[in-house]
Structure formats: structure tokens, C-alpha cells
């Protein structure tokens, strides 16, 4: 690309790879030969349906989904899945678990008492949300044990997912989907707004398993009805088309990179490039998280003399270093290190820390 790309570390939306938004460029007034933009053709249209499915079965193949389960493309972010999960699964009697390990968890709770007899399971609360609480406190007649896989705001991340026997996970994988592969076995639903690491916002991906949407309620209204949109496919009413189509774009990407193996390989690697620099000068810089729960996605750090974040910030954004002040509950800052993030971008960050240290420590 010819005009200036910064280095983003915004939490999301976010950084997508540049391959993904010049192709959406190079298509955009003239969608597969239609004479048309994608956002200007019938979601019923066979130009359309080609994407829709081609994003679906790059899903499939990169996170290994088998066929018992359902991969919806919904709207309403993840937000409205912490309402729409327990009004499908909970009632009279169903009961669930949530591990709270950030605010993200917490609204997810919140939402959940609407619907349901709902219990907090574990928390790290009282340690600032700085670590994964490994230890389960679970009720074997729970319909399902919720988490958030990776807390976008404090950094930390379930490095391995908690044996719950035969009670099934229900995930919100926002801000880590696609970031590595995992065994999906004991999941039952997972969802994850697609802002974070898999396209722009406006969709949120949903999978689902067959024996979830088997005991799903059916008095729900028809559009935040599960059944609904497996039904038709994710296509019950129009779509929201132009973000499922930079997903596929993204997909594809993807997938050209590799597949999540490699993808999960340099995400390590980034992530121990920034984490090692913030080791190296603990008298300078100190991490939020937990060494057993550090996130691949979110590092998040501040300064011990935090009067000097400030000026942290400004000079980072001037060497073109955006979206690094942590959010308004932690402070300090937070480097979103997505799939789309390069190595180099890392590694500029990296000498900033450096830089700034040796100038101020
Ligand atoms: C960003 C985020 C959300 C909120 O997503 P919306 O799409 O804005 O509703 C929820 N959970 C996690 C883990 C997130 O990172």
C-alpha cells in the first residue's frame, strides 16, 4: 500500500492484515463481476452466497469444526450473546456456571441472572484480575460452565481449558479466536465478535454444537432464537454482508499464512519479544498478569514511576505506535498483539520500551 500504515495496537476494532482490506479496495466497485459492490447486491444473490459459504467453510477448516456443529454469522457483537446464550439454554430449574476474570465475564454474568439461576463458579477479582483462577468451584448439574477465553482489558489467558466433565463450555473467544488451534470437544457454544482478530465489526461468529441447539427453548423471539439461524443458514434475514465478506478476507489470509499452527507459532514468538523486554527491566516496568496466565493477544504493563506513562504514550504514537493506553480499569498500557499484528511492529514497540528505559531509568 502506498499511504501510510501505522503499527496498531488498538483493542478492537483493530488492526487487519493489509492483503484483506487491499483485495476489499481492488473488489470494491466491482464485486465478482457484478458491476456492483458487495454491499450493493441481494444477500440472495449467488455471487453473494459464494462468499457466505466460503467464509463459513474457511471457519470450518482453520478451527477444525466438525460437522455436529453450526457456524453462524449473527449481529449484535458479543454483548448481546451474553443475553442470547442464557435466554436459548437457561429456564425453570437449568442452572450455569460463569468463571469471572474480567468485566467482559462479569456483564456476561449479569446478563445471565436475567434468565436463569446463575452462580459464580470461581473469580480472580480480588487479585485486579490478574490471573486465570485455575480452581473451579462446579456444579456437575450446571447446563453449562461459561469463560472468556483471552480478557481483552487485564490481559490474561487460559492457556489450557478447564476439564468440566460432562458439562460443556460455553466460551466468549472475542479476542483470541483464531489466534491457535484447540481441541473444540468440550465446547458446546462459542462466540466471539468479530472486531478483535477476525475482520471489522458487524458480525459475530457463533458455533455451535448440535446437542446445545437440540436443547435450546423455543419460546425465544424468532431473531435471537439459535434455531432461528441455523435454520436458515445464518441467512433468515439480510445479513450484515460487507462484514462477512472482509471476514472471508481475512480467512483467507489466513489460511495462506498457514493455518493456525503457524499462525499460533508467531503469535508466541511476538508475544515473548514484548514480554521479555518488560522482564528485562522490572525496575522500570512491571506486567499485570500472572506468569501462569500472560495472554499471546493482550500484554498489558505499566511503568513503576506511572507519572511518566504519559509521556510513554505521546512519544511511542509519534513513532507511529497507536492505540497503547490500557484501558480506563487496569491503566496503563496495553499492546493488542492480533494474528494481524507483525513481528516488526513488535519489535518496534520493543525498542521504544528500550529506548524509554534507558532514557528515564
Ligand atoms: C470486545 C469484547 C466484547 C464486546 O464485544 P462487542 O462486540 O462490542 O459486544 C466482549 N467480550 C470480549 C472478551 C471482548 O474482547
Not at 193 to 201: H, I, R, S, Y
Not at 216 to 226: E, F, G, N, P
Not at 299 to 313: P, S
Amino acid at each position: 500500500m502506498s499511504t501510510q500504515r501505522v503499527h496498531n495496537f488498538y483493542a478492537g476494532p483493530a488492526t487487519l492484515p493489509a492483503s484483506a482490506l487491499e483485495r476489499a479496495q481492488r473488489e470494491l466497485l466491482d464485486f465478482s463481476g457484478t458491476g456492483m459492490s458487495v454491499m450493493e447486491i441481494s444477500h440472495r444473490s449467488k455471487e453473494y452466497e459464494a462468499v457466505h459459504r466460503e467464509a463459513q467453510a474457511l471457519l470450518r477448516e482453520l478451527l477444525a469444526i466438525p460437522e455436529n456443529y453450526h457456524v453462524l454469522f449473527l449481529q449484535g457483537g458479543a454483548s448481546l450473546q451474553f443475553a442470547m446464550v442464557p435466554m436459548n439454554l437457561l429456564g425453570d430449574g437449568v442452572k450455569a456456571d460463569y468463571v469471572l476474570t474480567d468485566d467482559w465475564s462479569k456483564k456476561a454474568f449479569q446478563e445471565a441472572k436475567r434468565f436463569g439461576e446463575v452462580r459464580e463458579a470461581a473469580s480472580s477479582e480480588n487479585t485486579g484480575f490478574d490471573r486465570i483462577p485455575w480452581q473451579i468451584d462446579r456444579d456437575p448439574e450446571a447446563a453449562y460452565v461459561h469463560l472468556t477465553s483471552n480478557n481483552t482489558l487485564f490481559g490474561t489467558q487460559y492457556q489450557t481449558f478447564p476439564d468440566t466433565g460432562d458439562v460443556p463450555l460455553v466460551a466468549d473467544m472475542s479476542s483470541d479466536i483464531g489466534s491457535r488451534p484447540f481441541d473444540l470437544a468440550p465446547f458446546g457454544l462459542i462466540y466471539a465478535g468479530a472486531q478483535k482478530n477476525l475482520g471489522p465489526a458487524g458480525v459475530t461468529v457463533v458455533i455451535l454444537r448440535d446437542d446445545m441447539l437440540a436443547r435450546c427453548r423455543d419460546d425465544v423471539a424468532t431473531m435471537l432464537s439459535y434455531a432461528t439461524h441455523a435454520k436458515h443458514d445464518s441467512l433468515y434475514n439480510t445479513p450484515p454482508a460487507f462484514a462477512i465478506y472482509m471476514l472471508r478476507n481475512v480467512l483467507d489470509v489466513m489460511r495462506q499464512a498457514g493455518g493456525l499452527a503457524e499462525i499460533a507459532r508467531r503469535n508466541r514468538e511476538k508475544a515473548a519479544l514484548l514480554y521479555d523486554a518488560i522482564d528485562r527491566h522490572p525496575d522500570f516496568y512491571r506486567g499485570h498478569a500472572h506468569l501462569d496466565s500472560r495472554s499471546t493477544m493482550t500484554v498489558t504493563f505499566r511503568l513503576r514511576q506511572e507519572e511518566l506513562e504519559g509521556g510513554f504514550l505521546a512519544q511511542a504514537e509519534e513513532k507511529g505506535l497507536v492505540g497503547l493506553k490500557g484501558h480506563r480499569s487496569v491503566g496503563g498500557m496495553r499492546a493488542s498483539l492480533y494474528n494481524a499484528m507483525a513481528i516488526e511492529g513488535v519489535q518496534a514497540l520493543v525498542d521504544h520500551l528500550e529506548r524509554f528505559a534507558k532514557k528515564h531509568g
